[in-house]
């Protein structure tokens, strides 16, 4: 096939500085994940990079991806082509680095097929599509989503910093929103809330808030933050509480029945029991009279 006439060369990159280390950071995932025998974890951390590389240009640019979301397997390389509202640029991808092969401004409504990409990169690849991996989403083949304690909680979160496709994203994100909004649902905030578990969920909260799917998904993004806020707000001042349990039955007052079942409520269940049991201790102390 030959080159459109109507295809003009452009002299200049379309991205500036900034955009051009991402892409090259983009087109090194890629070609790990798809021209090499790629791990799940690699092509999943390419799919990742291709959405942050979306988001990163949308900023200056009305449109920017992977033409038809799709790469080639070439003889010598990863053909990687990019359309930016119009300016095509294919790049070759190999071991030693990444070449922009041809660039080129298009007519307005312009499509490209498979067969142009060839022509420009002088050689027909295999095609790798990215779309079916970003979009598809197969239920069944998911883990069931248990959130019953901040370990759990921490390990959705992990999920969906680790995870390449939106669908499933959006899968996640929603089921955990649902599940601290519903009524019924007491389970982290009554249970062991010791300061390294809390920890662990703000670490991976914040992974996700710097990720590519938090601002796509505005909506249950800022429920997530308020319901998480409010768990792990304090995890120190959670952690001191457990503490000072543990130096009341062991150091301060020894074999006491209701220290110890203070100090057995916070380690198990912290919540509004200790609360009562910590109240009841302490005008027990003041007045001597006991329920």
Known sequence: MLRPQTFREMSRSAYDGDELAQIETLNRKLFDAWFE????????????????????????LRMFEVVNHRVFRGRNGLIVPYDAHGALSVYRVQHDGSECIARLRMPNGTLVTDAMIADLAGETGEPVDLERAIYDLDIESLPAVQVTRLRDLADVLMQLNACGSRHEAVYLLRFLVARLCSPSYRGVA??????PEALNVRNELVAFMNGPFASRLRLPTRILVREVSGLVSQPKRIDEVWQDTIDLAEVHVRGSTICNEIR????????????????????????????
């Open 37 to 60: 025998t790629g791990s799940d974890q690699e092509r999943r951390s390419a799919l990742r990079c291709y959405l942050r590389t979306m988001s990163l240009l949308h900023r200056r």
């Open 190 to 195: 009554k249970s062991k809330n010791l300061r």
């Open 264 to 291: 057995r409520s916070t380690h198990h269940a912290m919540g509004r029991q200790t609360l009562a049991l910590a109240q009841a201790y302490l005008d027990w102390l003041d007045s001597g009279a006991g329920e």
